[in-house]
């Protein structure tokens, strides 16, 4: 609960959101590039659209998830 209370009064006097989760950002696009290309031999325009495409098709994979958990929760309510 602390550490909660920690992070969020951080948050609190954070001015510039973006700025403080940029490298979190960069970190996980790097990580889709080296999925797409590991052995780096595409071009950085390349590699970069085809991690963008990895990172939508995660994300949607997640949501994919996300729904069929829930119509499973929801039949057993009730």
């Given amino acids: 609960m602390q550490a909660r209370v920690a992070a969020l009064t951080s948050w609190s006097r954070t001015h510039d959101r973006q700025q403080r989760t940029a ?9 889709f590039e080296r999925l797409v290309d ?5 071009d950085a325009a390349t590699r970069r659209e085809r991690a963008d495409a990895a990172k ?8 994919l998830l996300s729904s069929l958990a829930r119509r499973r929760g929801s039949r057993n309510v009730g």
């Fill in 56 to 63: 939508r098709a995660h994300f949607q994979r997640l949501a």
């Fill in 23 to 31: 490298p979190a950002r960069e970190a996980a696009m790097a990580r």
């Fill in 38 to 42: 590991p052995d780096s031999v595409l």
